[in-house]
């Protein structure tokens, strides 16, 4: 039995008989991993202080079980919890957004710390000053570049050359396509230059300098849409907190 240690933060709990839950954590060393917590109920202090709740920032120790690939989680100790994002509505909504799209696009034990990176530096974008609808955006940008899953917004899909006016943006084919190809796909998706640009930047740029980039209404709307048209073509499904996030900003 090796015990295994690692940062990791909470993206899903279910409930397993009276006192017991399956957690899916998406750890720093291991990737996404799903483990039994025992004996949650009472106040045990393996789990202590918070540490069991939705995108909890925690250091666990697991251990492998022998008929399964569901580890056992014996101890949580919180490392951040994360106290603005859980005082305000639209925080929240967007935070549990963020571990659900994360856990809808990653698979057990693929290890990746970038990943890890990502979503801990844009829980914290989010539960300080910035707008958690912005810090949302960067975050879906910069996950599909980590997973390999980006659309290609400089160079046209179907030709490959530099589209300069009149394209527009292909879900079916992943990116850009120049107005030379735009049967290719005729339910194409308009797109303003000023949204691709801002695409392509915010994947390029480190983290920490995102922030800053400033982005027109019109922009900030259509990247809105995009992305989420664009997300919910690679998913395959809705995503439950994509509909309750229109709710309360409606
Ligand atoms: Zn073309």
């Keep these: 039995m090796t015990i295994q240690k690692s940062e990791g933060i909470v993206l899903r709990r279910q409930d397993l008989r009276e ?8 750890t720093r060393d291991f990737g996404k991993i799903k483990g039994i917590a025992r ?21 666990i120790v697991f251990y492998e079980r022998k008929t399964s690939d569901i580890y056992t989680v014996s101890q949580c100790d919180l490392l951040e919890y994360f106290n603005p994002l859980r005082a305000d509505l639209a925080k929240l909504s967007y935070a549990t957004y963020l571990i659900e799209l994360l856990d809808s696009v990653t ?7 970038e990943v890890f990176d990502l979503l801990l530096n844009s829980l914290r974008l989010m539960a300080g000053e910035s707008s958690a609808k912005r810090a949302a955006r960067i975050f879906e940008i ?11 917004l400089d160079l046209c899909v179907s030709c490959g050359k ?19 190809c735009l049967e290719s796909d005729r339910a194409a998706l308009s797109i303003l230059p000023g949204t691709a640009k801002f695409i392509e930047h915010i994947r390029s740029l480190p983290f920490e300098k995102v922030e800053r980039i400033k982005v027109t209404p019109q922009v900030g709307r ?12 690679q998913i395959e499904r809705r995503l439950k907190t994509v509909e309750f996030l229109r709710e309360i900003e409606r």
């Design 107 to 113: 698979t057990l034990a693929d290890k990746n710390d």
């Design 222 to 233: 259509e990247l809105e849409s995009i992305l989420r048209k664009f997300l919910d073509y």
């Design 162 to 180: 530099r589209p300069d006016t009149g394209f527009k943006f292909s879900l079916q084919h992943g990116g850009l396509v120049c107005k030379n």
């Design 39 to 59: 004996g949650v109920r009472g106040s045990r202090a393996q789990y202590g202080g918070g540490a069991l709740e939705l995108f909890a920032l925690d250091e």
């Design 142 to 152: 910069k996950l599909l570049n980590l997973l390999g899953l980006m659309p290609s």
């Design 19 to 26: 006192t017991s839950l399956i957690l899916t954590l998406y």
